[in-house]
Every structure is written in C-alpha cells, then in structure tokens.
C-alpha cells in the first residue's frame, strides 16, 4: 500500500500530463514561489506604470511567461492573505482572521479548519524538497528545511545578496538530492517603511533587528539602498490618491522599494539560471495585497486586493502571453499548483485549478468574480482576549473588529461594510500616512483635480455601509453608485453573487450580512 501511495502523484501526473500539457514535461515540476509585499497591482512596468527602470528583472520575467492582469488577493493584510494563498481558503474557512494568535477564541465553537491542507506541506509528504525565506505567515505549512524568515537572515526582506545566497544553496542541493523542489521566497520589499523615507530611521532598524547579530552596510542599515534613486515627477500616482507634490515625494521612496524588490527576485532567478533547473521550474510572482496606504491595503477596492500574478514555466507556456480577461483569486494557486505537480485535488480549498489559463483555453475558465474580506487586524491581543465568542454585534463591542466583504470583477468593485453604521470608525491604528495627510493637503485651494480632502479624510474613517463603483468610469472608486437607479439590476446581481460565497464558506458574518439586506 505505501508503495502505491509514494508513487500515486507521479502517475497522476503523467495522466494530467498526457490529457492536457505538452508530452516534454515528463516529470514532476519545480516551484518557485516569489511574493512581494505590499506592492500595489500597478506598480510594475508590465502591468503598465510608466516608470522607466521600475521593474526590469518582473518585465522580463513576464515576457517569458503568462501575465494574468486581474487577479485578486484574499484579504489585504500579510498574515491572512499569505495563509489564503498556500491553503486555497479564504479567511472565514480557516479562522486565519488577523495577525497574532489565530483563530481568535471567539471565531468558531465547532473548529472546522482542522482539515486545511496547505500546499506545501502536500509537495513535502510527497517527496518535495521545500523551504521558505524571507516573510511568510502560515501556520499550515511544514518544510523540509528551516524557514530561513529571521531579519538578521534575510536583511529585513531587503538584502537580494542574502536571498541570491539562500536560493543557491538551496537549488544546488535539490540537484544534489534529486528531488523536485518547492521554494516560496518573499521580500519584506516593498513594505513600509520604505527606501531612503524619513521613517526609516535608525530605532525603527534597531527595534526590528532585534537582538540579531548584523553588519552594516555603507549607509549603516541591515540591506543596500535600492539602486536607483528616482525623480518625484516622474512617479506615476495611483488611481485613489491626487497628484500633489507631497504625494509624488513620498511615491518616491515607494518605488525604490519596488526597485530593490525587483532586484531581490533578479538574483533568484539568477541563482535558477545557474542551477540549470529553470527549464523544469514553474515560477510564480504576485504580491499579498496593495501599497500601505489608506485606501490600498486595509481596503477591498482594486488598489487593495488585485495584484499582478505571473508564471513562466518554459516550454509549456507560451512566451509573452498576456492575459487581460480572465479573473483569478489566490485561493485558486495552491490547486493549480497541486494540479501541476500530479497531486490529490486539494478536497478543503475554496478555489479550482485554472490550469487551462496556462494553454490557452480560457473557455474552460468560469470565474466571473473575485472576493475578497477584511475582519481585523488583530493589533491588539489584550482586546482579542477580552472577546469570549462571536456575537452578531462583536464589532458594536471591540473596536478592532471591522468586517467588510468585497466582490471585484473586472469592471465593478462591490464592497459591504458590516461595521459601518454612519458613527463607528476604524481604529486609529489602522488609518495611515494618507490619512494623516488629508488635513495638510486639503489647504491646497488650487487643486480642481482631486475634490474634498476632507470628505476623503471623513470617508476613510468612516466609510457607508454599501458600496458600488463602476471601474471602466472610475477606477479611483471615488463615486459609489449604490443608490443609483441606473446600477440597481447590477448591484442584486453582486448582493446574490456575495450571498452565495458567504453561504458556500459558511461566513461567521452572514446572518449580518442577510440582515442588512432585508433592512434594505
Ligand atoms: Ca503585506
């Protein structure tokens, strides 16, 4: 029996093989799985930023493959969008609502995550090599090799020599095992606080290295400054936020990051190059959710959730194959993944394999929509602590508590607020540097581009219970169409579609949700 089982995914495999990719790929594939963080889905030179020398190595690395341009990330904070992405489950299947300790006590009585698979611990029990460096967050997944994820280890997320070093090592003794390899590298780039800001200080290094030992570099912090230095005017603006000065000198320093973000996932693939694996390795690349500003990460609005997502697997997909109309959610990765490597289908995931995306036949492909939640961040455990068990008005008692559900399609973002009731606000510690911001901003009297700075300020608190953006008109998501006589028959459309995934994941939020619409 155990000699049936150990070779079971290999001759799944070459069935799935035989039946629908080329006959060259006769054994299992390599995984090479990059992730960046906080990087919003247009600030990459493919998916169209303007910004010369942005993203060299990401450009290339979608030439060779396939760039799908809509897909969307489970829920826009690191920790939960992470375990969405190796589970295939969104964060009401597994209870993976916050950071910290998770699930929180007061999530589910009945514990129904205990049968989550996760990606990698599958490719592990069936003869993978895998490993992990750099930002990770998943309680699911087991490796082969120590996760290699402390700061000193990887220059806080931001060193590429650290992670060129880790990759090679790692590539040269999957060769010398034999074994096919899953490798999930992630930068901490281009998260907050970013390149050369004025944030960037010496304490905030300090605290975060801990008491890790590391030698610095010329400009005294743990990892390289990136390597280009752009100018303010050429930074391109994305769609939430004005084009102002103050906005361009701080996107500045953003996209440097995205620039040694870009680096790091340079050495990587070098480091492949050299090991002469490529030929045999499915690379992956997306990010966990949008940049960390107010109206990005945190939000469900494109800026938020959408996310560039590339593969290039040589000599099974086509080179510079862009794909601009099929829409895929993260929960859908770890199925591909296991479809590629001739695993079991993942029995627990919310999402489906879109392998078909891969050659070509989008026919085959259904999804329609991607959704996307926030619950909390969970940056206060004493609070989270203090919560028992769910009640239908938990965000009425903890402040921290802010459960929103989205439904992105390419050209509408439909959002649900569960928490908004025209008073209650986000807590402090989740309104951001925009936020902080608006008030300087909103002395600007010349600015006929951008509106009420502090009507955005108010709505950012604040948020409306419903909301509905058309994307093809207004991709900033600046005007809610909800109310909107015109947008009725498209806004039931997006109440049934969100009541039948909250229905299918058995939400803890969906009485709420069918509560709110029968007050409608
Ligand atoms: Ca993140």
Redesign the pocket.
């Known amino acids: 029996m155990q000699v049936i089982l150990s070779i079971l995914p290999g001759f799944l495999f070459l069935l799935f093989i035989c039946g629908r990719l080329s006959a060259s790929a006769d054994k299992q594939p390599n995984i090479l799985l990059l992730t960046a ?2 990087l919003g889905w247009d600030s990459l030179g493919c998916m169209g930023n303007q910004l010369e020398g942005l993203s060299p190595n990401l450009d290339r690395l979608a030439s060779e493959g396939l760039l799908i341009k809509h897909a969307y990330i489970a829920t826009p ?2 920790g939960p ?1 992470r375990q969405a992405l190796y589970t295939g489950r969104f964060p009401q299947s597994t209870g993976m609502l916050g950071h910290g300790a998770q699930p929180p006590n007061w999530w589910k009585s009945d514990n129904t995550n205990t049968d989550t698979q996760s990606i990698t611990s599958l490719l592990l029990e069936s003869g993978y090599l895998t490993s992990m460096i750099g ?1 990770h967050g998943s309680d699911w997944c087991r490796f082969s090799i120590p996760p290699h994820g402390r700061n000193e280890q990887t220059g806080m997320g931001r060193d590429p020599e650290k992670y060129l070093q880790f990759s090679r090592d790692f590539f040269t003794r999957a060769k010398k095992e034999g074994k096919p390899f899953f490798l999930s590298a992630n930068t901490h780039d281009p ?1 907050r606080y970013w390149a050369r800001h004025s944030d960037e200080t010496s304490g905030w290094i300090k605290n975060m290295m801990g008491d890790g030992k590391w030698k610095p570099f010329a400009n005294g912090k743990p990892y390289p400054d990136p390597k280009t230095r752009f100018d303010p005017k050429d930074c391109p603006v994305p769609a939430p936020y004005p084009n102002e000065a103050k906005i361009k000198a701080n996107l500045t320093s953003y996209y440097g990051s995205v620039n040694r973000m870009d680096q790091v996932v340079g050495g990587i693939l070098d480091a492949l190059k050299e090991s002469g694996l490529a030929n045999d390795t499915v690379v992956i690349f997306l990010s ?2 949008g940049m960390a500003w107010d109206l990005s ?1 945190w939000s469900l609005y494109p800026s938020g959730v959408r996310t560039p997502l590339i593969i290039r697997w040589p000599n099974q997909i086509k080179t510079g194959r862009i794909d601009e109309h099929s829409l895929v959610s993260v929960v859908d990765i770890a199925p591909t993944i296991a479809e590629l490597c001739g695993l079991p289908r993942m029995k627990t995931s919310d999402g489906k394999s879109f392998s078909s995306l891969l050659t070509g036949q989008h026919a085959n492909w259904k999804r329609q929509s991607a959704f996307s939640c926030f619950n909390y961040m969970n940056n206060d455990p004493k609070m989270d602590e203090s919560v028992r068990s769910y009640s239908s008005d938990l965000a009425k008692q903890f402040e921290q508590y802010r459960p929103s559900r989205a439904l992105n399609e390419k050209n509408f973002c439909y959002v649900w607020n569960g928490w908004s009731n025209g008073t209650a606000t986000l807590p402090k510690t989740m309104l951001g540097e925009f936020h902080g911001m608006l008030d300087d901003l909103a002395k600007n009297q010349s600015d006929s581009e951008y509106g009420d700075y502090l009507k955005t300020k108010n709505f950012i608190e604040c948020r409306v219970p419903e909301e509905l953006y058309d994307l093809a008109k207004d991709p900033a998501c600046r005007e809610n169409l909800s109310s909107e006589l015109h947008y009725q028959k498209t806004l039931q459309s997006f109440r049934q579609g969100m009541k039948k995934v909250l229905r299918k994941t058995q939400d803890h939020e969906l009485e709420n949700y069918l509560s709110f619409l029968n007050n409608q």
């Open positions: 963080d906080d904070i690191c969008s930002k998260h966990d959710h990460k």
